[in-house]
């Protein structure tokens, strides 16, 4: 064979090579139509586990593994959240499972420890069971003064960044530095002054987030559960017998909008009309306003408040029980009228 066939045959293999490379570099290998969309690899995945996760969204499974193999992806195989765009090829589909995405983790609104933990376990790797198990872990809570009953106090609100596959362990570790970073020693401090543990401060906030939605308001409501502690009565918090009727029927999906006679001799440690002090822990998971509001609760001489009839969503104030009782009379009347019975 003379020297131009070698350079021939030479320039047709480089040019099929490259057609080759062209192909699995360039050209779309995705199959889903959306713009964009996460995948989600388990701790202790294989390749082929990969494989089986990406056969329906790759056209070619042959091109990813060749790309694969080429950059070592099998033997490295990560687990997390990965993001594959639409028309991607099967050198960016290679790159984009070594790219772990983290999770923007919201959560709110949690009424108890088993809710939150089913919202955690829609976002992250962990089930419900080894999250609630994590949480109510004797160690960890006595080492960190929490109970099974009040734990549920280190849970702030908020967006938090964490990698989908992060383990239970290493989340309940977040927490608890978001708790600690969050009870600066000026919030500490004005705990203290009330003669409250950080813990007894969020059980507070839980009546007053469940009392009112209104910020405005949340100081004096603050400030009447505090100064009902101080002189040693009832709190007498509706929301905390609410709370123990959803706790007797296990269903924290039913709404109570009237909290009747009957229900204030609920035998229940968080009925506040029959015992003295707090409840075991929170009824609700607080927002840092509320939080805030107990820590500079308003100082004044209301010892009773009840649901305006004429400023919806707000509170009138007492400091007698005979002015309470007109109140709370013109309120019940106002709900007779509406026909809320429950």
């Known amino acids: 064979m003379n020297r131009n066939k070698i350079i021939k045959i030479s320039g047709i293999v480089i040019l099929v090579f490259v057609a080759v490379i062209y192909i699995k570099f360039l050209t779309s290998d995705t199959t889903f139509d959306k713009g964009e969309l996460y995948v989600e690899v388990p701790t202790g995945s294989t390749y082929q586990d990969v494989e089986k996760i990406l056969s329906p969204l790759v056209k070619n499974m042959s091109d990813f593994e060749f790309i694969a193999k080429r950059r070592s992806y099998p033997e490295n195989v990560k687990a997390g959240r990965f993001l594959l765009k639409k028309g991607m090829s099967a050198f960016q589909l290679v790159a984009a499972m070594r790219r772990n995405v983290p999770v923007k983790l919201a959560f709110n609104n949690q009424e108890r420890l088993e809710n939150l933990c089913e919202r955690l376990s829609s976002q992250i790797e962990p089930d419900t069971t080894k999250l609630l198990a994590i949480f109510r872990d004797s ?23 964490v990698y989908w596959n992060i383990s239970a362990e290493k989340f309940r570790g977040r927490m608890l530095d978001e708790y600690n970073r ?14 409250l543990t950080p813990v007894q401060v969020i059980t507070v906030a839980s009546i007053v987030h469940k009392e009112s939605v209104k910020k405005s308001e949340r100081p004096t409501i603050a400030g009447v559960y ?37 229900d204030l001799f609920i035998n229940s440690p968080y009925n506040t009309y029959k015992n003295i002090g707090l409840p075991p822990g929170p009824i609700a998971m607080p927002d840092v306003d509320a939080i805030d509001a107990v820590l500079n609760a308003e100082k004044h001489n209301y010892i009773y408040f009840c649901a305006s009839v004429e400023k919806f969503g707000y509170h009138v104030f007492a400091s007698t029980y005979e002015q309470h009782q007109v109140n709370a009379k013109k309120y019940a009347d106002w709900m007779n009228k509406q026909g809320t019975n429950r």
Request: glycine share 2%; charged share 25%.
């Open 139 to 161: 160690t960890f809570l006595q080492k960190n003064g929490f109970t099974k009953d009040n734990v549920f106090a280190m849970f702030l609100p908020n967006t938090y960044e």
């Open 182 to 195: 969050f009870w600066t020693k000026e919030r500490i401090a004005k705990a203290a002054a009330l003669n």
């Open 226 to 262: 505090l100064n009902r502690l101080n002189q040693g009565m009832a709190l007498q918090a509706d929301p905390t017998v609410i709370y123990a009727l959803k706790l007797r029927d296990n269903d924290f999906d039913q709404v109570i909008k009237r909290v009747l006679y009957n």
